[in-house]
């Protein structure tokens, strides 16, 4: 593991307006990651762990703070900016997936690639790449398949593909197996768990405390602040 | 993203929606194929038009009575003016380069044949020259000679419709038919020629133009006007020359009519400024095609934007993941701005094969003469593309201002 600093956000807060009540998601939320950590962002619900994960994703901009997402000041880009980040340096994966439901799994993984500038355009490069991550997420077989033919746990293992395409220093999960049975779930971790092993930063939402405690790294967010942060991995 | 990947994916979603993405260019299919079909009928019709009275007689002028609008020399005898006989032969004798003249001076009878009676029919008197000078031919018999001519000799040509309508299957030449008062012998029958702005030449009965002066015009006013005409055609040798003889003959009859030149008694006019006239009243009406044409476009525009909106709205949660993978604002917009493009200019392209061949389809079999001007294709294409622009714009805007977040909650 080197020191190389990945995440550094410095008292991230995000306010959302709804008509005239302010709603506080984040109250100042301090945190450091280092290249290489898997860390679990636990809470309870409603604590703001998918706040926090969106603005770690370039999906949103806090109301106030700094973030610093490997070495850049992101807090204050505008949208296209933003954009190009969550493409060249981010993966994200979703609980629901979130594939295009009309394209096979080898399209889906290649989507972001089509956003990027440096690989768009190269249609049997960015295939066989595509092809090359199905199989490690263990897909080889199925790379032709419609979402609707994939059970769930395939589905999200065709997003961790699309999530690893670009080559990102960050890969996002906000809650990966809440909607997997266990088996499934273990089979994902298992993926995760060898993307760590080479080397990965991944940092992943859970409510689930035997997932949490395959991690290095718990942070507790409650009420919009980090409650713990356990390096031990244990809570 | 490239450009070749814009397009692919637009034209993929396109085609994932078959049959709304070909309802959707319906509107602009029908647009596109009026706006054709439409400049086709009307530039059609105007050559027809300019073809037929073209047919009738070529570099032809006509010199036609008008009243003068009292001129300082004319007294009472020229002011009620006009042409007379004799200006004819004056003109034919002294203008260089006529090739040939005919006067006509019309009046209205009721003829009869047997127990047939046509009311008001159109008498036209005119000169031998006349077939000559109008380019219509004698079908059975002959036209009026020099004898008949100067001896008023009761004869009558008649037009085609006239002519079946008398007779039928009788033969007519030798028939003796009556004219007002007057028996006349039929001698020749016209070839039928139509209907050539708004002027019947088979609906008419020819006689020499002496005749009517001397007993088919009853009035005591006819009588004192005497050997007054109409019109006088005019053939110019050359097209060159038709500039030079109208001059000619103004200086000439303004000299004889004694009135000035500024405000002759006469009107001369060709047939190109008879075309002209008649284009002015198809120009209107081709303009209100057009925008009938223009406004179909537009509908067919709202017809894009429409379902693009709600394409849009349906298509939310594919934007989110498209942006949270790393597609720009810009990105998003290209996307929609170009499957409005492509639904535009698909739909224009089918919509000038269907304006093509809807054309061609009218002049088949709807007898209507039509020519497909280049022009109004690419006019049609071009505000096919500019609609596709121009109503795919909001929708594209709308997707790209999609908050991500936002975006991929939806649903
Ligand atoms: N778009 C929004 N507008 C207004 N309030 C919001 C919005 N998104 C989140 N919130 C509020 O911010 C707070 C944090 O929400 P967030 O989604 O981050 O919670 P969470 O920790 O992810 O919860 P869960 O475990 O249920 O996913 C909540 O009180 C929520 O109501
Ligand atoms: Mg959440």
């Given at each position: 593991m080197t020191d190389s600093v990945i995440i550094r956000t410095d008292q991230l807060k995000k306010i959302y307006q709804m008509g005239e009540v302010e709603v506080p998601a984040l109250n100042g939320v301090s945190i450091t990651i280092q290249e290489g950590e898997f860390v679990a962002i636990m809470g309870p619900s409603g604590s703001g762990k998918s706040t926090l994960m969106n603005i770690l994703g370039c999906l949103d901009s806090p109301t106030d703070g700094q973030y610093y997402l490997d070495d850049q000041d992101v807090s204050k880009l505008n949208r296209a900016q933003l954009a190009h980040i969550r493409n060249e340096k981010l993966g994200f994966i979703f609980q629901s997936y979130?594939?295009?439901?009309?394209?096979?799994a080898v399209e889906n993984v290649t989507l972001p690639m089509m956003y990027n500038k440096a690989a768009a355009g190269n249609q049997v490069e960015m295939t066989e790449k595509a092809e090359e991550l199905l199989g490690i997420v263990g897909l080889g077989d199925r790379i032709h398949h419609q979402p609707k033919e994939l059970s769930g746990g395939q589905q999200q293992r065709v997003a961790i593909a699309r999530a690893l395409i670009n080559d990102p220093v960050l890969v996002l999960a906000d809650e990966p197996t809440g909607n997997l049975d266990s088996k499934s779930a273990n089979e994902i971790m298992d993926i995760l768990h060898n993307l760590h092993q080479s080397g990965r930063t991944i940092v992943m939402v859970t409510h689930e405390h035997d997932i949490a405690e395959q991690t290095q790294r718990i942070i507790a967010v409650r009420d919009g602040l980090v409650e713990l942060d356990n390096k031990n991995g244990r809570m | 993203m490239k450009i070749i990947d814009v397009i692919k994916v637009a034209s993929r979603s396109l085609t994932s929606n078959k049959l709304r993405s070909m309802l959707t260019m319906l509107g602009i299919i029908i647009g596109v194929a009026a706006v054709i079909i439409m400049i086709a009928v009307s530039s059609g019709t105007e050559t027809a038009i300019a073809n037929q009275i073209n047919s009738l007689g070529a570099n032809l002028v006509f010199v036609m009575s008008s009243f003068s609008q009292?001129?300082?020399?004319?007294g009472m005898a020229t002011s009620s003016g006009g042409l007379v006989y004799s200006d004819a032969d004056a003109i034919a004798n002294s203008v260089p380069h006529v090739a040939g003249v005919a006067v006509e001076q019309t009046t209205t009878q009721t003829i009869k044949y047997g127990n047939i009676v046509l009311e008001d029919v159109s008498i036209l008197g005119t000169t031998p020259d006349f077939t000559k000078v109008r380019e219509i031919e004698v079908e059975e018999g002959r036209f009026l000679n020099d004898q008949e001519l100067e001896r008023s000799t009761r004869t009558a040509i008649l037009g085609a419709t006239i002519a079946k309508e008398l007779f039928g299957d009788t033969y007519p030449i030798g028939q003796k038919i009556s004219v007002g008062t007057l028996k006349l012998t039929v001698v020749g029958v016209f070839e039928e020629k139509g209907l050539v702005s708004g002027v019947d030449y088979d609906a008419r009965v020819y006689v020499p133009i002496t005749l009517v002066f001397d007993k088919l015009m009853n009035s005591q006013f006819s009588r004192i006007a005497g050997d007054r005409v109409r019109m006088i055609y005019v053939t110019v040798?050359?097209?060159?020359?038709i500039d030079d003889v109208i001059l000619q003959i103004n200086l000439l009859l303004s000299k004889l009519h004694d009135v000035p030149l500024e405000s002759p008694d006469f009107q001369i006019s060709t047939q190109q400024d008879i075309i002209q006239t008649q284009s002015a009243t198809t120009e209107s009406f081709r303009i209100l095609l057009a925008w009938v044409a223009g406004v179909s476009l537009i509908v067919g525009g709202i017809g894009i934007m429409n379902i693009m909106l709600v394409s849009v709205t349906e298509r939310t949660r594919e934007i989110g993941i498209r942006q949270a993978v790393g597609a720009t604002p810009q990105d998003i917009q290209s996307q929609f701005l170009t499957e409005a493009l492509i639904l535009s200019l698909v739909g224009g392209l089918t919509g000038i094969i269907f304006g093509i061949s809807g054309s061609w389809v009218f002049s088949r079999f709807g007898d209507m003469p039509t020519v497909v001007d280049p022009i109004s294709i690419v006019l049609a294409f071009g505000s096919a593309a500019a609609v596709g622009i121009l109503f795919g714009y909001l929708p594209a805007n709308k997707a790209a201002k999609l908050d991500p977040i936002v975006a991929l909650r939806h649903e």
């Amino acid at each position: 593991m080197t020191d190389s600093v990945i995440i550094r956000t410095d008292q991230l807060k995000k306010i959302y307006q709804m008509g005239e009540v302010e709603v506080p998601a984040l109250n100042g939320v301090s945190i450091t990651i280092q290249e290489g950590e898997f860390v679990a962002i636990m809470g309870p619900s409603g604590s703001g762990k998918s706040t926090l994960m969106n603005i770690l994703g370039c999906l949103d901009s806090p109301t106030d703070g700094q973030y610093y997402l490997d070495d850049q000041d992101v807090s204050k880009l505008n949208r296209a900016q933003l954009a190009h980040i969550r493409n060249e340096k981010l993966g994200f994966i979703f609980q629901s997936y979130n594939l295009l439901p009309r394209m096979s799994a080898v399209e889906n993984v290649t989507l972001p690639m089509m956003y990027n500038k440096a690989a768009a355009g190269n249609q049997v490069e960015m295939t066989e790449k595509a092809e090359e991550l199905l199989g490690i997420v263990g897909l080889g077989d199925r790379i032709h398949h419609q979402p609707k033919e994939l059970s769930g746990g395939q589905q999200q293992r065709v997003a961790i593909a699309r999530a690893l395409i670009n080559d990102p220093v960050l890969v996002l999960a906000d809650e990966p197996t809440g909607n997997l049975d266990s088996k499934s779930a273990n089979e994902i971790m298992d993926i995760l768990h060898n993307l760590h092993q080479s080397g990965r930063t991944i940092v992943m939402v859970t409510h689930e405390h035997d997932i949490a405690e395959q991690t290095q790294r718990i942070i507790a967010v409650r009420d919009g602040l980090v409650e713990l942060d356990n390096k031990n991995g244990r809570m | 993203m490239k450009i070749i990947d814009v397009i692919k994916v637009a034209s993929r979603s396109l085609t994932s929606n078959k049959l709304r993405s070909m309802l959707t260019m319906l509107g602009i299919i029908i647009g596109v194929a009026a706006v054709i079909i439409m400049i086709a009928v009307s530039s059609g019709t105007e050559t027809a038009i300019a073809n037929q009275i073209n047919s009738l007689g070529a570099n032809l002028v006509f010199v036609m009575s008008s009243f003068s609008q009292g001129g300082a020399g004319g007294g009472m005898a020229t002011s009620s003016g006009g042409l007379v006989y004799s200006d004819a032969d004056a003109i034919a004798n002294s203008v260089p380069h006529v090739a040939g003249v005919a006067v006509e001076q019309t009046t209205t009878q009721t003829i009869k044949y047997g127990n047939i009676v046509l009311e008001d029919v159109s008498i036209l008197g005119t000169t031998p020259d006349f077939t000559k000078v109008r380019e219509i031919e004698v079908e059975e018999g002959r036209f009026l000679n020099d004898q008949e001519l100067e001896r008023s000799t009761r004869t009558a040509i008649l037009g085609a419709t006239i002519a079946k309508e008398l007779f039928g299957d009788t033969y007519p030449i030798g028939q003796k038919i009556s004219v007002g008062t007057l028996k006349l012998t039929v001698v020749g029958v016209f070839e039928e020629k139509g209907l050539v702005s708004g002027v019947d030449y088979d609906a008419r009965v020819y006689v020499p133009i002496t005749l009517v002066f001397d007993k088919l015009m009853n009035s005591q006013f006819s009588r004192i006007a005497g050997d007054r005409v109409r019109m006088i055609y005019v053939t110019v040798d050359d097209k060159e020359n038709i500039d030079d003889v109208i001059l000619q003959i103004n200086l000439l009859l303004s000299k004889l009519h004694d009135v000035p030149l500024e405000s002759p008694d006469f009107q001369i006019s060709t047939q190109q400024d008879i075309i002209q006239t008649q284009s002015a009243t198809t120009e209107s009406f081709r303009i209100l095609l057009a925008w009938v044409a223009g406004v179909s476009l537009i509908v067919g525009g709202i017809g894009i934007m429409n379902i693009m909106l709600v394409s849009v709205t349906e298509r939310t949660r594919e934007i989110g993941i498209r942006q949270a993978v790393g597609a720009t604002p810009q990105d998003i917009q290209s996307q929609f701005l170009t499957e409005a493009l492509i639904l535009s200019l698909v739909g224009g392209l089918t919509g000038i094969i269907f304006g093509i061949s809807g054309s061609w389809v009218f002049s088949r079999f709807g007898d209507m003469p039509t020519v497909v001007d280049p022009i109004s294709i690419v006019l049609a294409f071009g505000s096919a593309a500019a609609v596709g622009i121009l109503f795919g714009y909001l929708p594209a805007n709308k997707a790209a201002k999609l908050d991500p977040i936002v975006a991929l909650r939806h649903e």
